[in-house]
């Protein structure tokens, strides 16, 4: 198996997820991964799926069943298929790319949301809408990346907060003594709870997007423990 590496242009939204290019603005990115990819093809033209292969197959392909492509000729379907980055490879490390950053609604100065931009292309286009054309033995042309939640996940969510935080509360109140430390607590729930019961409205208010909601770690979250070495 060999792996290349190609820089190509292509195109991209207005914005991560936005469904128009008004602007008509372009990226370029280096592709660096296997020469040659699989891909099944489904009957209406739709492309299910990619995975490596090599110059044999590419050349003894036949006309029915599965195409082999060279990301030679087609970058950005290959980038788009491949969907990851060559982490080995500083100029692939997504904290080397430029990023947009969004003040959020709520909490401190730096709770913010960030993101690549320009997109990679894999952000910008949406694969599950990629289609081959058996007869012109051409791909299609492909949608812009999809929204994948929206307000009334982001609802769902808060919901599920709100009863966590009246559990966390009810359980504080039934105590005959709480402690100061029992009271600071239920604060730190109250306001977590509030936060939730603000949040659709203060992210809608703001003009941001539901996958840009960020939620604040509850009272009682507590840091993954590191395994410790056993060497």
């Known amino acids: 198996m060999v792996n290349i590496i190609q820089t190509f242009t292509y195109k991209i939204p207005d914005d991560y997820t936005e469904q128009t290019s008004v602007n008509d603005s372009s990226a370029s990115f280096t592709y660096r991964g296997p020469q040659f990819l699989e891909l099944h093809v489904n009957k209406d033209g739709s492309v299910g799926g990619a995975k490596e292969a090599d110059a044999e197959m590419y050349a003894m392909q036949n006309e029915n069943g599965d195409i082999v492509i060279s990301a030679h000729d087609h970058p950005l379907e290959a980038a788009v298929l491949w969907g990851s980055l060559a982490m080995d490879s500083s100029d692939q490390d997504s904290a080397a790319f430029p990023h947009k950053t969004i003040n959020l609604p709520d909490g401190g100065d730096d709770h913010v949301f960030k993101y690549p931009w320009p997109p990679f292309p894999w952000k910008a286009y949406e694969a599950s809408s990629l289609t081959w054309n058996s007869s012109t033995k051409s791909f299609g042309s492909m949608d812009w990346h999809q ?40 604060a730190a729930w109250v306001a977590y709870k509030t936060e939730a019961e603000n949040k659709v409205q203060a992210y809608m208010g703001a003009g941001l997007k539901p996958h840009e909601v960020s939620w604040t770690h509850s009272p009682d979250w507590q840091p993954a423990a590191i395994p410790e070495d056993s060497a």
């Open 147 to 186: 929204p994948w939640t929206n307000w009334g996940n982001i609802g769902a969510q808060a919901n599920g907060i709100i009863e966590r935080a009246n559990e966390a509360i009810a359980e504080v109140d039934a105590k005959e003594s709480p402690s100061d430390s029992d009271t600071a607590y239920k």
